[in-house]
């Protein structure tokens, strides 16, 4: 468990707090290598949904298969999180985990100012598309367990749950400023635009990567690649308040999760709403998670929290399920408001959980395991959820995957005793 840093640690971490009063909601704020960690990521994200935006228009400007080829580059950047996140985890535990985000960072970079180039000179074919997006699926999934297992590094430990809530409302601010910046990009600069500045946001966290200020680690590397790996899996079964907490993940992401991917079929097909109305459903989901940040962030620490992630996460699951029967377009945005806001509440809750029930020697690994299962998980229960609307209808389909995953979620919580435990 991270302890909470002492001597000059301690002093680099909060050297200015004595100057500063931060605000309760963005105390993390106040250590130094956590806000220029914090500002970096948020720039770098923007840039991001950005070329999210950019590389979707492209596809449907020049492919009339659209729906299809959409598919294929979304499954491109997505399916490197469920092959190679695990050994990005073994890898964080084993290399100085700045030095590795900086590689990954660099890797994106590059790969960004590819795109720029090749449809600049209008030479971009959605076969090369689909491949830099599978790369920068990998440099990701490469960097995600670092990103993860950097913060208690870089804040005082009574500010970790606030420094977790502040990277989630980041991370969902960037995903509403992103395409709004991004649709005002392109209709100056075109695609090849977006891609650039997607490009030149990076620079923005490689440089607060080079001003942190990083304690040395440890490092370990007596073990093969397979047998670290074996070690990260044998760590979290034997944690059963950690292993009941990957499984719970394991099944939301899986069967509930899916369902943000049909969003726009419900819009266009149950609600009867355009691309406006496809906006405002994506708005409210996005302003319940950044509401659901602050609040998570203005609480000194989260408690009781096997009963918040059980029932806050069943209670988001049952919400799915209204809205796939909703046909009221203000009853939906109700729905994803508070849908929004009960992801992040849960998700933030079991993210605080494993950094602090992970030591710093596994944490990488612990990390890369809660990733996979939550980021490498709804490709494949998106592909579930399309198989099985081809037998019934959509809504039944997407509505049995949530109702089901509800009901696990309160059968973990009856019959698991460590996660009742779960202060």
Not at 227 to 241: C, H, M, N, W
Not at 324 to 349: P, Q, R
Request: overall charge positive; proline content about 4%.
């Amino acid at each position: 468990m991270q302890q909470s840093p002492g001597g000059e640690a301690g002093a680099v971490l909060l050297e200015d707090s004595a100057r500063r009063k931060w605000p309760k909601v963005v105390r993390a704020l106040r250590n130094p290598n956590f806000r220029l960690f914090w500002s970096g990521n948020f720039t770098s994200n923007i840039g991001t949904w950005m070329q999210n935006v950019a590389q979707g228009w492209w596809v449907v400007l020049h492919m009339k298969d659209s729906p299809f080829w959409l598919g294929v580059v979304g499954f491109s950047g997505a399916i490197p999180f469920l092959l190679f996140m695990l050994f990005g985890g073994v890898i964080a535990d084993r290399v100085d985990k700045r030095r590795l985000l900086l590689v990954t960072q660099t890797v994106m970079m590059v790969l960004a100012f590819i795109l720029a180039g090749l449809a600049y000179l209008k030479m971009l074919t959605v076969g090369e598309l689909a491949l830099l997006a599978f790369l920068n699926g990998t440099a990701l999934a490469m960097n995600n367990p670092s990103y993860q297992a950097m913060v208690p590094k870089l804040v005082v430990r009574e500010d970790l749950t606030n420094a977790i809530a502040l990277n989630s409302a980041q991370f969902n601010m960037s995903r509403i400023l992103g395409p709004t910046l991004g649709g005002y990009a392109m209709a100056a600069f075109g695609v090849a635009g977006n891609f650039f500045l997607n490009g030149v946001s990076f620079v923005a966290v490689l440089v607060a990567l080079s001003r942190i200020r990083y304690p040395e680690e440890e490092l370990v590397r007596h073990e093969g690649l397979m047998d670290s790996l074996v070690s990260g899996f044998r760590y979290v079964r034997s944690k059963p308040q950690m292993h009941v907490l990957m499984w719970m993940i394991a099944v939301s992401s899986f069967l509930t999760i899916p369902f943000l991917t049909f969003i726009p079929y419900f819009a266009k097909n149950e609600l009867h709403v355009g691309e406006s109305g496809l906006g405002l459903l994506l708005a409210a989901s996005g302003a319940g998670a950044v509401l659901g940040a602050v609040t998570v962030a203005s609480q000194s620490a989260i408690r009781n929290r096997g009963r918040l992630i059980s029932f806050c996460g069943a209670a988001v699951m049952a919400l799915v399920v209204v809205f796939c029967y909703s046909h009221s377009v203000a009853l939906s945005e109700v729905c994803m408001l508070f849908e929004g806001f009960g992801i992040i509440l849960t998700i933030s809750s079991v993210n605080v959980a494993m950094q602090t029930l992970s030591s710093d020697a596994m944490r990488g690994r612990v990390m890369s395991i809660y990733g996979t299962c939550f980021l490498g998980l709804p490709p494949l229960g998106a592909l579930l959820a399309g198989e099985l609307s081809r037998q019934i209808p959509t809504n039944h389909a997407l509505a049995a995957m949530a109702g089901i995953s509800s009901l696990a979620y309160v059968g973990f919580f009856a019959f698991s005793r460590a996660l009742r435990e779960l202060d």
